[in-house]
């Protein structure tokens, strides 16, 4: 029996026209909104039975909270009426988009894959988007529970991946973890994964705080929080292992001080923010930052978002938000 599969158009370069100022939009390109691109792909009646919502057609770029929201609240929605979801959605920040649906939806059982294209659908036979969809389709109906990207070859956890090119059908990639399966002949779960379940009911979470703010540090250069005072978060791009300039220590000291969690990320695509082997990542530690351990810099800072709206709905008086924000960190992490 097939499976019923949610496909949700979100925008992005499967449903782009060219137009005079390069690739846009379908319905800025003059192409009716309501043309059906699943069309344009065979076989997919054999693999499930498909229904489709087109929630905005946009690139990727500028796609923010609001969109995000959307999206989640159209799982949330037809979550019992469908065995699986797939979101197309453009490649630039597709990461971003699935760790926030990731974090919106508490409890989640079914999969929720995100795809999209290096090359259009429309007027294109040369288009990854046809396979891809093809696949994501396919992997929607396994025995899958989580938020995942399915790109090319690879199946990768939602706040595991990068996008590491901009011209490879093989667009993303995870250096932190293993894929948790590939798309050859066959769509094939090969590592681990979060299983299908019902035994927790779908919560929604929404209400992100967005006041954060992301420092990437100028090797040689004059480095400094001071601009920072006014967010609600701040992350830290280390170097290595987590790795701190000495002149943003104090900066950090005072962020915390005034109740501002300072998370560190690192800029390598493989390991952690392991700040505690190095002098110079103690000193960061000691002064209040904490570790985003093994994250990306994407689902940092939406998985940071959620939290300072979680800590803003809790009624918790303002000087506990670091402590709660780190405790949470460190449940995320383990």
Known sequence: MRRKVLFIKAGGTIGMQPTR???????????????????????????ADIDSIALFDMDS????????RQIAECIFTHY???????????TDTMLDSAAAVQCMLAGLGKPVVFTGAQIPLFGRVDSDGRRNVYNAISLACKDIGEVVISFGSRILRADQA???SEEDMDAFHSYKSPP???????????GAYRRRHDGTALQLFTD??????????????RNSLSAYAGAAGVII???????????????????????????????CVKGAAEMDIYAVGNRALAAGAFSAQNMTLPATQQ??????????????????????VRRAFAELTK
């Open 80 to 90: 019992d009426r469908y065995a699986g979801f797939v979101v197309a959605h453009g």
């Open 162 to 164: 990068i996008k590491f």
């Open 237 to 267: 791009q280390g170097f290595g292992a987590g790795n701190i300039n000495k002149d943003l220590i104090a900066g950090i000291r005072q962020l915390v001080d005034n109740n501002i969690p300072v998370v560190v990320t690192t800029y």
């Open 303 to 324: 998985k940071l978002m959620c939290l300072l709206g979680r800590f803003r709905q809790s009624g918790l008086p303002l000087t506990e938000r670091v402590d709660y």
């Open 180 to 190: 948790i399966g590939e798309n050859g002949l066959e769509v094939r779960l090969t």
């Open 208 to 221: 992100f705080d967005d006041n954060i703010a992301v420092y990437t540090q100028i090797s040689g250069g």
């Open 61 to 68: 770029t500028d796609i923010g909270l609001v969109e995000r």
């Open 21 to 47: 100022h390069g690739y846009d939009a379908a319905t800025a390109a003059g192409v009716d909104p309501t043309y059906e691109y699943l069309q344009e792909i065979d076989g997919l009646k054999k693999i």
